[in-house]
């Protein structure tokens, strides 16, 4: 048996070393060809070097749309080169970064099992309402995600994949897609807003959460209700963030309506590109630990009801409040509500 778990341990160990060889591999090629097609000309930056601290050079339209008469805009240069430059590298280090140190954490940790095994007896842990907006949201978010890299990467990673016409084809779908599925991500961000926000205030218990390892590093168990400190660190970055990505997503979608100028537009692009980026690397971490990274967690997503067992080791004063209401509704013994 332990000949077997040994055997099994190396296989993992193998198989995230080769994936993490793979992340580098395909990484490093990819970030040098993005810089090298965002360097300008010799006579451009001459040019741009002219026009410095100068605001834009403008001709003369007849139509009424003024903006039309911008024939260079030196800000603008500023912007190609984050988005050519550094917006690759945050990225990059942002997903590449999470998805190396996930790696690293299933070779250390493995997966945290469920102590003292299934206990048999299950406890309704999010309702058919809860599940149907966590699911709206994840799925518009996981597509809103891979179209909304593509359209940043997808040039440099995916067309020398697939072809011009493959890509031409997935990115023009990605493109409807990415517009239309921003609305059911904003409905269920509203939604887990309202059904979750009164388990998510940030409490003491969060502070003692964090200090015990949240009971993912190391083995002990930090007392949590509902949500632990670090679901209320997700919790709140989806709110937040992806309320900001929405936002500034809407303003891309409607451009000059609320934002004036073309300035006011790239600034309001970086937000929206480099707040994604980092709640894609956040979510990886939310996905692997609802996965792969704990046994008995995906249940409360997935049918909605957790064991016991589970409930008691993540979540004991959430799991004895409710035990304590059951209790109380069926008439078992007199209710008594733990205190914090
Ligand atoms: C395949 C993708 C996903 C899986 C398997 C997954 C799984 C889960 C599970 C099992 C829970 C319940 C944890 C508990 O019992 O407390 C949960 C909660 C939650 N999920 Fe997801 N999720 C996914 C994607 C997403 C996405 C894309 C978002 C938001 C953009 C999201 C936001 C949340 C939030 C805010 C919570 C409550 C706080 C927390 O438990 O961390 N999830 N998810």
């Known amino acids: 048996m332990a000949r077997e778990i040994g055997v099994m341990t190396m296989l993992r160990r193998c198989l995230a070393l080769g994936f993490l060889a793979l992340l580098l591999a395909l990484g490093q090629p990819a970030l040098a060809q993005v810089q090298d097609q965002g360097r300008p000309s010799n006579e451009e930056l001459q040019l741009m070097q002219q026009l410095q601290g100068q605001g834009p050079l403008t001709g003369r339209v007849s139509i009424p749309d003024q903006r039309a008469a911008t024939l260079i805009q030196p800000a603008g240069k500023e912007w190609r080169d984050f988005w050519r430059g550094t917006s690759p590298w945050i990225g990059g280090i942002a997903i590449g970064g999470m998805l190396a140190l996930l790696v690293l954490f299933f070779l250390i940790r493995g997966r945290v099992p469920m102590e003292g095994g299934r206990s048999g007896e299950t406890i309704t842990r999010f309702n058919g309402l809860d599940r149907f907006a966590h699911w709206l949201t994840a799925i518009s978010f996981l597509v809103l995600a891979i179209t909304g890299l593509n359209i940043a990467f997808g040039r440099d990673l995916l067309l020398p994949l697939i072809g011009p016409e493959a890509f031409s084809a997935f990115s023009d779908a990605g493109k409807v897609a990415h ?162």
């Open 179 to 340: 517009n239309f599925l921003s609305f059911p991500f904003t409905l269920g961000i509203l939604l887990m807003l309202v059904l979750w926000v009164r388990d998510n205030i940030p409490s003491r218990l969060d502070l003692e959460w964090l200090a015990a390892g949240g009971g993912i590093i190391g083995h002990g168990h930090a007392h949590a209700r509902r949500f632990n400190g670090g679901q209320k660190a997700i919790f709140w970055s989806v709110v937040l963030m992806g309320g900001a990505i929405a936002v500034t997503g809407y303003f891309l979608m409607f451009p000059f309506t609320v934002v004036a100028d073309v300035g006011g537009m790239q600034t309001t692009q970086m937000v929206h590109s480099v707040l994604s980026m980092i709640l894609v690397a956040i979510i990886l971490a939310h996905i692997y630990i609802g996965t792969i990274g704990m046994e008995g967690a995906f249940h409360a997503m997935g049918s909605g009801e957790v064991d016991l067992n589970w409930a008691e080791a993540h979540h004991d004063l959430w799991a004895e409040e409710i035990r304590a209401r059951e209790r109380r509704e069926t008439g078992t013994a007199p209710g008594a509500m733990p205190a914090e």
